[in-house]
């Protein structure tokens, strides 16, 4: 069964250092999207890209947050520079069509636990 | 603004006891509903969703769950739970008629069974 493929799973980096995580999304898909779980709290969405722009952000997706699709497989997340409160898993999903349409489902990967000291 | 509320955050049972997991959306329109389950280590899954027709969805490991339209309400059931089921339950909505993008998730609910 195809799947979404997050490395790397776990990433420790200090306050103000750049991160990149990286998603391997489903290859026949065209939506991808970022989503973080802080530690205790709800799922939140960041961000989703389609035909290599962002089609939604939401207000946590500040300027210190960029994604990119470097290469057509990988999709990226960048966070320029960490915060201890940026401390969260990240999600990757995708979709091969857009969230409105009928019969239309995400899937994720299993999350990069990323964790600012 | 659109939000999703799941009533229980920690549930333990044991092991044959009955389940069912509270779901609430605030949402106008149409919806796309979704249950996902995480297992200890591993990615999110889809247990089931609904987009129309039979409010009474199936899912996978005997799971279901039921829409109620006037009561906004998406409520996952299963008879009989076995340990195997220990997991974090994560309700989803996504509106069902745009193009915005995204799932609006619940606070996530984990259920522990006891064996």
């Known amino acids: 069964e195809p799947e979404v493929t997050q490395t790397p799973s776990h990433q420790v980096t200090q306050m103000g250092q750049e991160v990149i995580l990286r998603c391997v999304p489903i290859?026949?898909?065209?939506?991808f999207y970022w989503y973080r779980q802080i530690l205790g709290q709800k799922v939140e969405f960041l961000v989703s890209?389609?035909?290599?722009?962002?089609?939604?952000k939401s207000e946590i997706f500040d300027d210190q947050f960029s994604v990119e699709r470097p290469d057509g497989s990988n999709f990226t997340l960048k966070i320029r520079s960490t915060k201890l409160e940026d401390s969260a898993m990240y999600f990757c999903?995708?979709?091969?069509?857009?969230?409105?349409?009928?019969?239309?489902?995400?899937?994720f990967g299993q999350g990069t636990r990323l964790t600012v000291v | 603004a659109q939000s999703v509320s799941q009533h229980n955050h920690h549930v333990i049972l044991s092991e044959a006891a009955s389940l069912e997991l509270g779901c609430n959306y605030s949402?106008?329109?149409?919806?796309?509903l979704f249950w996902y389950v995480q297992y200890p280590g591993q990615h999110l899954q889809l247990l089931l969703k609904?987009?129309?027709?039979?409010?009474l969805v199936k899912g996978i490991k005997g799971f279901e769950a039921e829409f109620i339209k006037s009561k906004f309400s998406f409520n996952l059931r299963k008879p009989s739970v076995q340990w195997s089921d220990t997991a974090e339950y994560f309700c989803?909505?996504?509106?069902?008629?745009?193009?915005?993008?995204?799932?609006?998730f619940g606070q996530g609910t984990t259920l522990q069974v006891k064996p």
């Open positions: 999903a995708s979709t091969k069509r857009a969230f409105g349409t009928m019969n239309t489902e995400a899937f």
């Open positions: 290859s026949n898909h065209l939506y």
């Open positions: 890209f389609y035909n290599n722009e962002i089609s939604e």
């Open positions: 949402y106008g329109g149409t919806v796309n």
């Open positions: 609904y987009f129309s027709g039979d409010p």
């Open positions: 989803a909505v996504s509106p069902g008629s745009s193009n915005t993008g995204k799932l609006i």
